[in-house]
């Protein structure tokens, strides 16, 4: 036998523990067999591993060392990513004033546990399409099923989440919002799948090649979540609300502009305050309570959204006359947006949230509330035939669910599309938990002017 060097018996010895503590973290055995390439590599060496650095041609040998450093740190990138952490950047305003657009975030995938890949070969660092080349960034096969491993917690009520959108299972790739199913809702189906120039091609993406959003976990499996003008209500009682929750107000002035200094004392961003001016609708403004001054014209009317701070500091500038709440009247639809229930943005529910082991029975409301839940989450076939509801092929009357569900909201609460437009976010789209911002960025300022927001860099993610 051939005799090993102690420093090889060292390196392997690592390598192997590390490989066995990773096996059995995924809970997947099979694995154990990968132990047999380390040997080869680190001891018997039969397979040439590093022929290419004993090559005469110094060119060659520079070549593929970059390959092999360029290989090895796409492969280390690869699982840190999956398994460890990933970035993010804040894209929408729908958590302001708590996580900022131009933030930054590294997303810990150990607090809840990571992911198994449902895709596991895939590009790293790309969610979904290739930049450039306008393509798909991962292979449809092999493609596995849900399984999370042991991680520090779960989920609680309150935590700042990043899922992938559940809705996102479908996609017109040329109208990516709204959700297919509210495109569904508004031009029909046969419209969609046939006027490509306008939809694009109408594709599939499996759980983690879909987008990636960030919303706070209001409602938590079991609970029922209800609105009632703008408050959350869980199991009938009143949710405490978020530190920095917003809305959107109509601030009426007595014919001064706001200026750009007030709107950023009142911390309103250039986005909001370049388009927040309404003009002169008379329709509009009267239906909103602004009547005409003495003159028969209007006074300037601002839409922009205000934290419960910055409200008290709008209604004490001198040139403020009135501040009305966006009315409900001006929101859009709600989900389910294939049923009528009455519900509005600001008044919504009462609605019970799936929890795994619980039944339901099948009717039709049960069905348009939750029928996305069981075919297109849990991989289950749904049919109505003459009165009667057949998953799977067989007839049933009654429904128990695979997995959690949660209910997810924006602090931006006239500004975010969250479950209120698209439902139940599944366990198996929970993606990780924000932990840390490492830079942010204002868009609205010049690098030298505030560009960078010194004071949120490196501060740690909390509810609140």
């Known amino acids: ?19 066995i503590l990773f096996s059995l973290w995924m809970q997947n055995l099979w694995l154990l067999l990968g132990l047999i390439v380390l040997v080869d590599i680190f001891l018997t060496q039969y397979i040439p591993w590093g022929a290419w650095k004993r090559s005469k041609n110094p060119t060659v040998r520079n070549a593929l060392e970059w390959v092999d450093d360029i290989l090895f740190a796409l492969i280390a990138v690869y699982f840190i990513n999956l398994f460890i952490f990933q970035n993010y950047q804040i894209p929408s305003s729908s958590l302001e004033k708590s996580l900022l657009v131009g933030d930054y975030l590294f997303v810990s995938k150990l607090s809840y546990g990571p992911r198994v890949p449902n895709t596991p070969l895939s590009f790293p660092l790309v969610q979904n399409t290739l930049p450039f080349f306008n393509s798909k960034s991962y292979l449809d096969w092999p493609e596995w099923g849900y399984k999370r491993v042991k991680g520090f917690g779960h989920v609680k009520r309150n935590d ?3 899922f992938n959108f559940p809705a996102g299972d479908t996609v017109a790739l040329k109208v990516q919002n709204p959700s297919y199913d509210e495109l569904v809702a508004q031009y029909g189906r046969e419209t969609i799948w046939l006027d490509k120039n306008t939809f694009g091609d109408v594709i599939y993406r499996p759980v983690d090649k879909r987008e990636n959003y960030v919303k706070r976990c209001i409602g938590m499996p079991g609970d029922t979540v209800e609105l009632r003008n703008n408050q959350v209500y869980i199991d009938g009682k009143p949710a405490k609300n978020p530190e920095n929750m917003q809305f959107n107000y109509f601030v009426e002035t007595d014919g001064s502009p706001i200026t750009e200094e007030q709107f950023r004392l009142m911390d309103v961003s250039k986005d909001d305050y370049m388009r927040s001016a309404i003009g002169n609708n ?13 003159n028969g014209q209007f006074n300037p009317v601002y839409h922009i959204p205000l934290t419960k701070k910055s409200l008290a500091i709008a209604e004490k500038l001198p040139s403020v006359k009135k501040v009305v709440i966006e009315p409900d009247a001006w929101s859009g639809p709600t989900y389910p947006a294939w049923y009528e229930t009455g519900w509005t943005r600001d008044n919504f529910g009462p609605l019970w949230i799936p929890k ?7 009717n039709e409301r049960n069905i348009a509330l939750y029928g996305r839940c069981i075919k297109n989450y ?11 509801y057949y998953i799977n092929g067989k007839p049933e009357t009654s429904y128990t669910f695979k997995y959690d569900y949660y209910w997810m909201m924006g602090d ?22 924000p932990i840390l911002i490492w830079l942010s960025l204002d868009k609205d300022r010049s690098l030298f002017d505030g560009g960078i927001r010194w004071n949120r860099l490196f501060r740690m993610v909390h509810p609140d």
């Open 412 to 433: 931006n609460r006239h500004n975010s599309a969250d479950s209120r437009s698209w439902g139940f976010v599944p366990e198996d789209h929970i993606v990780g938990k």
């Open 282 to 294: 008379a329709t509009l403004l009267s239906f909103l309570g602004f009547k005409p001054n003495e």
């Open 356 to 362: 795994k082991g619980a039944t339901i029975p099948l």
């Open 160 to 162: 700042i989440v990043v």
């Open 378 to 388: 849990e991989n289950n076939t749904l049919e109505e035939k003459d009165g009667k």
């Open 1 to 19: 036998m051939k005799k090993f060097a102690k420093k090889q018996w060292i390196k392997f010895g690592i390598a192997a523990v590390l490989y």
